[in-house]
């Protein structure tokens, strides 16, 4: 169980800084589309902004790296199949049992327990959002490049927004552990019922979907958006710049043609 926590919680972090770095990529577009004048994403202008994304992109692919290898080694590893956290322990129980049919005592604490996990999760989203808009007012307001020392200055901004990257990452930390316990102790009280009150009817529709798939809902999203950005820029001509520099790269720099 203690390996599936590990993993729990370095795939929320790993997913946290993703859409992170991917909302510092659109805004780095977006503020060089509407400050760059004629030439918005010049050679020099675009390297300045991976430069600013150099650190978080580090970082993300750093925390990939960890995942991959903890599932490798944790893979070899002789934990038992069916050691799973409370909290697929309480989805799988709830497939089977339909939780209408429990008391209406039971029925009121189980509610309970899922609304603290709806708000933890809510609290620690918008924590984390706070923390990017305060990250981005901090690249708008409190920070300037200059060529004479760009390495420096870019450095120094990135060390200002790192414990805000840090920060939004580590506040869903305790989010997991409170959600782990609440559905510890959601299962206890399902349990408990079943011992004094007998089990509920079997839930027969245990293989249907019920809810929204918020994360299915996200990824579509964030395709769409990939999508629409990749035809806004066939579009302003974008599609024609890239080509025009990888033209120049092959010709100047590797010394083809």
Request: glycine share 8%.
């Amino acid at each position: 169980m203690a390996n599936s926590k590990y993993a729990k919680l370095i795939a929320t972090a790993t997913t946290v800084l993703c859409i992170l770095l991917g909302v510092m990529f659109i805004v780095c577009c977006v503020h060089l589309y509407f400050t760059g004048g004629a030439q918005p994403y010049s050679r020099e202008r675009v390297g300045d902004y991976l430069i600013i994304l150099a650190v978080p992109s580090f970082l993300t692919l750093a925390l990939v790296v960890i995942g991959i290898v903890f599932n490798v080694v944790n893979g070899k590893s002789d934990v038992e199949p069916t050691a799973r956290t409370s909290s697929e322990l309480l989805e799988s129980f709830t497939k089977k049992f339909d939780p209408k049919d429990f008391p209406e005592e039971i029925k009121a604490k189980s509610d309970m327990e899922r609304d603290k996990r709806q708000v933890y999760s809510w609290l620690a989203f918008d924590i984390s959002f706070l923390l990017f808009l305060l990250a981005v007012l901090y690249f708008d307001f409190f920070t300037s490049f200059s060529i004479d020392n760009l390495n420096g200055d870019v450095v120094r901004a990135l060390m200002g927004i790192l414990p805000l990257a840090i920060l939004a990452v580590a506040v869903h930390i305790p989010k997991a552990y409170l959600i782990e316990k609440s559905c510890q102790r959601e299962l206890e009280i399902l349990k408990n019922s079943i011992k004094e009150n007998g089990a509920p009817r079997v839930n027969k529709t245990e293989d249907s979907k019920n809810g929204v798939d918020y994360a299915l809902i996200g990824r579509y999203l964030i395709v769409g958006a990939a999508v629409a950005l990749v035809i806004l820029g066939i579009f302003n001509g974008g599609m024609g710049d890239v080509l025009d520099k990888a033209v120049k790269i092959c010709t100047e720099c590797i010394g083809l043609g």
